[in-house]
């Protein structure tokens, strides 16, 4: 079965970075293209990144577009999301989510982990 | 930037039917997607591409998307179908969630 399991999060100080990992099983990782979503205390949904399956294409919110990186290491069955000069709004619990097939636009998300939750605060 | 708009919460009695509206511009010319996610947990897709429920959704849930218009429908809730629901839509590269709604079921 699939499964995704976020790791990374923790209380990091305005300015500073992180990065997230999320590990994948039960599926053929380098078939699919991952995103990342997030969601804030007390908030709703938010859409974060996207990698195509084979790492090609990138796309980002503008709320962290020159900021955070989304990568994949299909050797680990690893995605990743590198967040640099983090700002107390980019609190939140941050999952990964997988996408149903190749295609990575005009889609959706059919399976999501648990999540890693990101403070930014000093 | 795209929008979706979602009543803020919905009430529905066990075993009545529970709509759910999801607007935005000329959303009938996208795919609709809706999410379930109840407290402490991660969300759930229960409806894609409009109408279409991946398997292990109960049948009690039905997706439609016409005009502006997505609506998620819940027949005969009940007690573990209260949580809060997401739609989701790809415009312009970007994919948007809409402002969600919590579903009480009294």
């Known amino acids: 079965q699939v499964q995704l399991v976020e790791s990374g999060g923790g209380v990091v100080q305005p300015g500073r970075s992180l990065r997230l990992s999320c590990a994948a099983s039960?599926?053929?990782?380098?078939?699919?293209?991952m995103h990342w979503v997030r969601q804030a205390p007390g908030k709703g949904l938010e859409w974060v990144a996207l990698?195509?399956?084979?790492?090609?294409?990138?796309y980002y919110a503008d709320s962290v577009k020159g900021r955070f990186t989304i990568s994949r290491d299909t050797s680990k069955n690893t995605l990743f999301l590198q967040m640099n000069s983090l700002r107390p709004e980019d609190t939140a619990v941050y999952y990964c989510?997988?996408?149903?097939?190749?295609?990575?636009?005009?889609?959706?998300?059919?399976?999501w982990g648990q999540g890693t939750l990101v403070t930014v605060s000093s | 930037s795209y929008e979706l708009t979602q009543p803020p919460s919905v009430s529905v009695s066990p075993g009545q039917t529970a709509s759910i509206t999801c607007s935005g511009d000329?959303?009938?010319?996208?795919?609709a997607s809706w999410y379930q996610q109840k407290p402490g947990q991660a969300p759930v897709l229960v409806i894609y591409?409009?109408?279409k429920r991946p398997s292990g959704i109960p049948e009690r849930f039905s997706g439609s998307n016409s005009g502006n218009t997505a609506t998620l429908t819940i027949s005969g809730t009940q007690a573990m179908d209260e949580a809060d629901y997401y739609c989701?839509?790809?415009?312009?590269?970007?994919?948007?969630f809409g402002t969600g709604t919590k579903v009480t079921v009294l």
């Open positions: 990698i195509s399956y084979d790492g090609s294409n990138k």
């Open positions: 039960g599926f053929t990782f380098s078939s699919y293209g």
């Open positions: 591409q409009d109408t």
């Open positions: 989510a997988k996408a149903p097939g190749i295609a990575v636009t005009d889609s959706y998300f059919d399976y």
């Open positions: 989701q839509a790809w415009d312009s590269g970007t994919y948007v």
């Open positions: 000329r959303l009938g010319n996208k795919y």
